[in-house]
């Protein structure tokens, strides 16, 4: 039975869907005073300095960047953005979503780490016109002139479009079918492709987020820290404010990374607030919250906080849970949940204002497609792992499928996550054969669902109890001896056999071997851990061992890598295929190669 039902009024055809983008102009007319989009700067003051723009702010700076974009590009043509995350970031998409041409959500060339990625995405789509602001302009330079791409006919710059122009933009009629924007995937299992996004994929799944969430608070507000470039960050800071002409409050990524508490200081003290992260954010927040750091916090109107976008650990929920409580925080405020850029962003969450459902199955069983939970949980031992329940979708159909039979699989059976509904993508730019096999899906016997096409997520995953649970990335699994493994699984166990491995960076993955496929474990190094007191051989000996007796499996290679090594998504996630890649060219920066060094 399908875990969820497409809702009438988000049907492809359902009555009264405008794209999202004309609500802009409502809450411009009807709020116009009201705090739309606020961009907290803590590169001008440490405590952050807020630069809020009204719904008739908005409005009008969205009209005059539209007027500019069609001076220089045709209606369906690409448009790169090439900016830093700022307020002309979020008028830049919104005037090319009035504009009716394509956006490329991209990011300044200046980040650090994204080179590859923003090579890859910028030479896919081919862009006509380039957005960008002078500030970064000699990076944008750069980043043409060193690499072998196409340079645009123009540049526009966000920061000095005429505001005066917006009363010139003419309002054109806006298909729901039409592409807004190519998403470019973070390529955790291959090469980034450009998702398309139509203005009915952003309308259905901002409003399929927000009944997942459950706001039935006046006036929420919304805090992101997330890039703007990934799919979460943008649906979350850009998209669903406009479904009700509700405040968000933003920031820069890297204003988190250099100081995490800075996420939980804007969230403290509102009365409804709603915000989002992957795993790793939620954990590298609870790891800083001292007494000292809280004993000012009030997050007791922390409505929900989303975590997504990567495995969800149990300790990351439990630790969350455990260092926030003293500030607030409610046992059911955390969501875990599912999504992918296919399918827009959101597919399922547990929103229910209920702790999270986190279940010890038998590992053995897992392995076998079968999921079989623990009763009782604490007679768990080293044959079990624990779960994380995703909820359940909201106006979108998902159905756990047999890819081999394309049968729908009964409660407790593993199999591929299928998603059908308004939120998916119609494919890939300019991949048609990728598309008919992503998103092509077809049931053989549907039944009471819709026979296709259905989105193929790639993912493995169970129904159980009404919720859904995600097992891992179908190729990612690890094949012994004849015998399934999820490396997530392997990596966690990696992670706990020393303190000197750096917790959610180790990636294990499958090479070939003569009869069978071999195990490789590549582990970043602990930067708390001195390298004067670090054993290499010991560290490895105690992997070895911890994956030796919990998994039944020896490992044919252990590598230790230093800090930032180990390849990671635009989302957080660990990149295995990448950093396998990179350890079969032997491009690895090795902690026994700086040791040798030193010597």
Known sequence: MALGALLAELSAD?????????????????????????????????????????????????????????????PGERVALLLPQRHEYLVSMLGAMYARVVAVPLFSPDLPGYAERLVGAYTDAEPSVIVTTRGVLQHVEKFLADHDVEPPRELLFADEVDLDTAATWRDEPIGLDEVAYLQYTSGSTRRPAGVEITHGNIEANARQLWSGW????????????????????????????????????????????????????????????????????????????GPDKIADLDLSGLVTCLNGAEPIRPATLSGFA???????????????????????????????????????????????????????????????????????????YVAIVDPDTRTE???????????????????????????????????????DLPAGPWLRTGDHGVAHDGELFVTGRIKDLIIVDG?????????????????ALRPDHVAAFAVEGEETERLVVIAERNRRVPLRQLDLAEVADAVRAAINIEHEMSVHEFVMVEPGVVSRTTSGKVARAATRARYLDGALQTTAARLAGRA
């Open 14 to 74: 359902g009555p009264g869907r405008r794209p999202l983008i004309e609500l802009v102009a409502r809450w411009g007319r009807e709020k116009p005073a009201a705090p739309a989009f606020t961009f907290v700067d803590f590169s001008l003051d440490p405590k952050g300095a807020e630069n809020t723009l009204t719904w008739a702010e908005i409005d009008r700076r969205a009209r005059a960047a539209a007027v500019a974009l069609r001076s220089a590009l045709r």
């Open 214 to 289: 459950a706001p039935d608070h006046p006036n929420p507000e919304l805090v992101s820290w997330l890039p703007l470039f990934h799919d979460m960050g943008l649906i979350a800071a850009m998209a669903l404010p406009m479904v009700n002409g509700d405040h968000v409050l933003y920031t820069d990524p890297v204003a988190f990374l250099m100081n995490p508490m800075r996420w939980m200081r804007l969230l403290s003290g509102r009365e409804a607030v709603y915000t989002a992260g992957p795993n790793f954010a939620y954990d590298f927040v609870a790891g800083l919250a």
């Open 322 to 396: 455990e260092a926030f409580a003293p500030a607030g925080l409610r046992p059911g405020a955390q969501g875990p949940g599912y999504g992918l850029a296919e399918a827009t962003v959101f597919v399922a969450a547990a929103a229910d204002d209920r702790p999270p459902t986190v279940v010890t199955i038998d590992r053995e069983r897992l392995a076998q497609g079968e999921f079989v939970p623990v009763v009782p949980a604490d007679a768990a031992g080293e044959r079990t792992t624990a779960l994380v329940g995703c909820g359940r979708p909201m106006g979108q």
């Open 409 to 447: 699989q009964p409660d407790g059976r593993v199999g591929e996550v299928w998603v059908h509904g308004p939120n998916v993508s119609p494919g890939y730019w300019r991949n048609s054969e990728r598309s008919q096999e992503i998103f092509g899906g077809v049931l053989a016997d549907p039944g």
């Open 483 to 499: 015998r399934n493994h999820y490396p997530h699984d392997i990596e966690q166990t990696a992670t706990e056999a020393h303190a």
